[in-house]
């Protein structure tokens, strides 16, 4: 019993982990990056698709994104739904391909965006920690039903915390890759 809430609860963290990870990785730092555009979903026939699944998304220099439709006559749907996403960026059509322009970051613009990554990052922090209370909830009830004895209950709740403390510093090193990504 105890093993299956070991390896329950490091899923759920790594699940929690992997969520946060993707959920930065969609924040523009001042390079271009396919990434952002993760989030756009365009109205492809009554239907909200995912941006790469109708399109071929490739960034040819730092600061351009390119999207080629593999369908042309989706290229205005495309380009509305790029315009009232919330990626920022204004759309070039050119009647072929969309060309996104990713300009630099001001200094006040990057600030912000670290806070945003800041605020991110403690929701993967609190998201781990409530999985870990869970956990030990679990075995506090285990052990007052008898099933499991003091000692074991300390080294599993000890097993827990070692868990819940790697992957909040794996949130922290996303964090400081992201932050320095986003500074210079």
Do not use: W
Not at 124 to 130: D, K, L, S
Not at 144 to 166: G, H, V, W
Request: net charge negative; charged share 30%.
């Amino acid at each position: 019993m105890i093993n299956e809430l070991f390896v329950d609860v490091k899923d759920r963290m790594n699940k929690a982990v992997e969520h946060y990870r993707h959920e930065v990785s969609t924040i523009r730092t001042g390079r271009a990056s396919a990434n952002i555009l993760d989030v756009v979903k365009v109205d492809y026939y009554g239907t909200p698709t995912p941006l790469n699944n109708i399109a071929h998304v490739t960034v040819p220099e730092g600061q351009l994104i390119v999207i080629q439709p593999f369908d042309p006559s989706s290229l205005e749907f495309i380009e509305k739904a790029i315009m009232s996403s919330d990626v920022g960026l204004t759309p070039n059509n050119d009647g072929s391909v969309i060309r996104l322009n990713i300009p630099t970051l001001t200094e006040e613009r990057r600030k912000d965006l670290v806070k945003v990554v800041h605020k991110i990052i403690e929701e993967g922090r609190v998201a781990v920690r409530n999985i870990r209370r869970d956990a030990n909830d679990l075995l506090k009830k285990s052990e007052k039903d008898n099933d499991l004895s003091e000692d074991n209950l300390r080294r599993a709740t000890d097993n827990i915390q070692e868990m819940t403390d790697e992957h909040i510093k794996n949130l922290n090193q996303i964090q400081e890759a992201k932050e320095k990504d986003i500074l210079d």
